[in-house]
């Protein structure tokens, strides 16, 4: 009787401080000390307080505070202006929460600029595995820059609760952190001198699909077909879900998005950047129109308008198949370079530094700075800073001699080669489709080919093969995007 007594109490005590810690003032975990602040646009403050109770913001750089109230589910949300970034200016900020007896404040908080960095391996890629880490993990000494890596989740439904800390960049930090994420952040820092914050939200081997939220995938019929319907009437579907990684799990369509994206969607940002594909490799027309409609659920989500978004198109890679020729990795990469017809896209190449043989080339740097470029000149108007490789306009084909003309602002400056060796993995065809290897010689702002074994030459390629590592690249060290001038269908592969 005694033991049942004690078991009572016990338990009226666990209730009494459940019931109390549900009555708590409690702040989104997006919301921490340290995090930067987007500037020059709304700040929303959320969390849970008791029902009908009064919260007030204050921010330092208000005279006074924002005051609302907790709805019936004892949820709230304000808004607070925040200003505009002054280069140089890292002044440190707090906000303070207060509802009732209770008080919350952020410190250390400073105003600049806050980029979402997402996709799979490659985005995860850490700092301390790339192949100038001995020098750049620490070097990474930049207080002014935070970093936030989300911990892994899975949910049916969506989520407003995330796992994570903010922190100062330091070589410590930014070890386990993204390393196309850092240098991108790095890169906007050096030229905006304004603070800078990267949250890194996603997971190796996942999916795109994964990232998407289910109405959307429900209310498109192509996506509805490839993608949601199969999972949902799989036994997939009916597991019970929990936050352990699996390479099965984080494929299936919107678990992602409901856990790692949507606990975010109330932070002002920036913009988004993003490095996936290859779990998604054998996919065309359905990846374009997936990605491109994950891209539109995030921006209305996210209610910031018609955010930027920049993403790198897959590396070189052999998949285990040492035949030169083979293509189907390219006819990929051409359908993600086909996401960049939505608006306020963009897409990143790195042929040039991948690695054929290593699915995660650990040359990071020049992935995270020419994202940056983009960044730089796209979304803060730095039109001085060139961030496109040279881009196939049209090919003039001769009796003896094709000559490769190239969009004229993305060769303003000329062509080269990053060995100073001749520009290799240009292929030519005639009516028969069978492509041959040409020889190539930089003109000025194009490039000239012959090829004996084409006498009737009617279409040309430029590394449109799957593990084709480039050489070409305009005088602005941007390496050129891979082509093809035909429009023939991808050959049914041979089983």
Known sequence: MQKIKILIVLLCIALSVHA??????????????????????????????????????????????????????????????????????????????????????????????????????????????????????????????????????????????????????????????????????????????????????????????????????????????????????????????????????????????????????????????????????????????????????????????NLPFYYVQVAPFWYERDDAALADYAFFREAQEAVASLGNTEMVVNMDVGESRDLHPKNKKPIGVRLARTALNRTYGLLEISYQGPKFDYALFGKKEIEIHFLPETVRNGLETNNGKAPEHFFVAGADRKFHAAKARIDKDRIILTCPDVKQPVAVRYAFTNFAVTNLQNKDGLPALAFRSDDWPEPIPQK
């Open 20 to 305: 109390q810690n549900g009555r708590k003032l409690r702040l989104s975990p997006v919301l921490q000390s340290n995090m930067v602040v987007q500037q020059n646009q709304p700040f929303k403050v959320w969390g849970h307080a008791p029902a009908g109770a009064e919260v007030t913001i204050q921010p330092d750089w208000l005279s006074a505070p924002v005051r609302i109230s907790a709805n019936a589910e004892s949820k709230f949300l304000g808004i607070i202006p925040v200003p505009a970034a002054r280069a140089g200016d890292f002044t440190k900020h707090k906000i303070t929460i207060s509802s009732g007896q209770e008080t919350q404040t952020l410190e250390n908080v400073l105003i600049g600029e806050t980029w979402i960095c997402s996709g799979q391996s490659n985005m995860q890629f850490k700092m301390h595995e790339t192949l100038d880490s001995a020098s750049e993990v620490p070097a990474a000494a930049f207080p002014q820059i935070r970093l936030f890596s989300a911990n892994l989740n899975f949910s049916n439904e969506p989520l407003d609760s995330i796992q994570g800390t903010w922190q100062e960049c330091t070589p410590a930090s930014v070890r386990t952190f993204s390393a196309v994420g850092y240098h991108f952040g790095r890169e906007l820092f050096a030229k905006l001198n304004v603070p800078v914050g990267l949250v890194f939200t996603g997971i190796g081997a996942s999916a795109a699909q994964a990232y998407v939220p289910r109405q959307m995938l429900a209310a498109d019929t192509m996506l509805n077909r490839v993608y949601l319907q199969p999972y949902l009437d799989s036994p997939k579907s009916k597991e019970k879900i929990d936050g352990g990684f699996t390479f099965e799990k984080v494929t299936r369509p919107f678990l992602l998005y409901n856990a790692l994206v949507n606990p975010f969607i109330n932070l002002s940002v920036k913009g988004f950047i993003w490095y996936q594909g290859e779990s998604n490799r054998n996919e065309r027309t359905s990846y374009t129109r997936l990605t491109q409609a994950m891209i539109q659920s995030w921006r209305s989500a996210f209610g910031q308008g």
